[in-house]
C-alpha cells in the first residue's frame, strides 16, 4: 500500500515493498561501481608527460623544488587552489575551498605511498596567513610565476609520478571531477533531496526544504549555492558572507565586501 504524507515527500510503502525497489536500485549502483573501476583501469592506462622537477615553488621553508614534494614517495596528488591577489581571507574561492577543506589529513594516501599538497598561484606572503586562518595541516606552495604543468590549471586535481629524479604528469581533472574528494556531496547525493541543486532530476514537488532556503529560489540554486554562508549558515553570496568552512574559524566575522576586484 502506498500514501503520501505530504506534498514534497516520498511515498511511504511497508518495508517489503521498500527493499523491493533498493534491491532493483542496487543493481543499477553495482554497474555503476563497475563501471567507475573500468574507468580507473583505463586512467591507469593513460600515457604521461615529463615535467621538470627542478622547477622551485615556495612553501613555509622558502623555495624548494617541486620534486621535493614527493616526500621521498613516488606518488604525487596536487590540489590547485585558484587565488583572488589582495582579497581578505572571506574573498577566496569558496569551489577551491570545499575542496581543500575535505582533504584535512593525508595519512592514508601516504599509507599507500602517495604525497598530498595543495598548490595555489597566490604570493606566498598572502598564502601563508590564510593557510594558518583555515587551520590546514597539509603542505601548501606558491607557484606564482611557475610556468607548465606544475604552475598551470588551478581548480583541478592533478597527479605525478616520479621515477627517480625524473618526474611525469599522469592525470589532471577539473569541475565535477574535484567532487571525488568530497565526501558531503557523495552523502548529500544518498539523501531525498539531495543537493538541492537546480540541474537536479527530481520528483514534482521536490525539494521541500522549507524556511532554510526560502529566500534562495530553486532556478537560482546553482552547483554552488551553499558554498557561501552568512553568520546564520545561511546561503548567501553577498559582500557578508564566507565560504562556509570559514565560519568555524577563530575570529571569523561579517565584512562589508569580498575584498575582489570590482567589489
Known sequence: MTTDPRPGRPPVVDLATWQEERDKLLVREKAHTREGDAIA????????????????????????????????????????????????????????????????????????????????????????????????????????????????????????????????LTYATTGRGNERVNPALGLLDMTPYGRGESWEDNPEGWPALGSVVADYPLQDRDSCWYWRTDVDGNANWGPTSRPTPQWTRQGATPETTLGRQGD
Not at 72 to 84: A, C, F, P, Q, T
Not at 106 to 124: E, I, M, Q
Request: aromatic content about 12%; glycine content about 10%; some cysteine.
Open 41 to 168: 583501469a583505463a586512467r591507469r592506462r593513460l600515457p604521461m608527460v615529463a615535467v621538470d622537477g627542478t622547477v622551485e615553488v615556495v612553501g613555509a621553508d622558502g623555495p624548494v623544488p617541486f620534486l621535493d614534494l614527493f616526500q621521498g614517495r613516488d606518488e604525487l596528488v596536487v590540489y590547485k587552489h585558484m587565488w583572488h591577489d589582495g582579497a581578505p581571507h572571506q574573498g577566496q574561492c569558496e569551489g577551491c575551498t570545499t575542496t581543500a577543506w575535505s582533504i584535512k589529513d593525508s595519512v592514508y594516501l601516504n599509507a599507500r605511498g602517495v604525497s598530498y599538497a595543495v598548490l595555489t598561484s597566490g604570493p606566498w606572503a598572502e598564502v601563508a596567513p590564510f593557510v594558518e586562518f583555515m587551520g590546514y595541516t597539509e603542505p601548501w606552495y606558491s607557484v606564482r610565476d611557475v610556468d607548465g604543468p606544475v604552475g598551470d590549471n588551478m581548480g583541478s586535481i592533478t597527479c605525478f609520478l616520479r621515477d627517480g629524479d625524473r618526474v611525469f
